[in-house]
């Protein structure tokens, strides 16, 4: 299944869900320039257009005190690709390492199912796509997992989880954070 991340608003109008999260927080896109090839490159597999998006817009920061979204600050970097890295040599270096990312299994991009980490909560929440190199990468659904490994599917985008998660108060949320009726804020990193 692949998801849309827009919508169309009457005539030719189209909101993306990074669109809606800019709004939100109060921001203008960064319009930062990403050397995606590189980065896809050093991790072996496309990353869905949707967080690219993302990236280009927010670079690296913090919303709402809660949630840190791996990404970039321009050119070739990628605290994506860091983070994939570290966790790979974890579970390679430690058996109890390795089985923290079960029933799963880190993503390796050779056509097996597995978690590709884009995020964490200050509470220790993990934000992941169950990623899967067999179909396009605009399809992976989201995993939420808390430090207990407790986990939920959310079939939808990153950003429009990100989103639902800070900005819509019908969303669920996830491990009792959701939107509060606050307006959501994004803090950057420096």
């Known amino acids: 299944m692949m998801w849309v991340s827009t919508t169309c608003l009457g005539g030719d109008e189209v909101v993306t869900w990074v669109d809606r999260l800019t709004a939100a927080v109060g921001r203008r896109p960064l319009g930062l320039a990403i050397d995606w090839s590189t980065i896809e490159s050093r991790m072996g597999t496309a990353l869905p257009a949707d967080y690219k998006e993302f990236c280009e817009a927010f670079g690296n920061g913090h919303f709402s005190d809660y949630l840190t979204v791996y990404a970039s600050a321009g050119g070739a970097d990628s605290s994506l690709a860091d983070v994939y890295e570290e966790n790979w040599q974890i579970a390679e270096e430690d058996g109890v390492g390795r089985g923290y990312y079960l029933p799963y299994g880190l993503f390796r991009p050779n056509g097996e199912v597995g978690l590709l980490q884009w995020g964490v909560s200050e509470q220790g929440d993990e934000f992941a796509w169950l990623a899967d190199s067999s179909v396009p990468p605009e399809s992976w659904p989201v995993l939420a997992r808390d430090d207990a490994q407790h986990s939920r599917l959310f079939e939808m985008p990153m950003s429009g989880f990100v989103y639902r998660l800070l900005a819509d108060e019908s969303f669920e ?18």
Do not use: D, L, N
Not at 175 to 190: H, I, K, L
């Open 173 to 190: 949320g996830f491990g009792g954070f959701g939107a509060t009726g606050q307006a959501p804020y994004v803090t950057p990193s420096s």
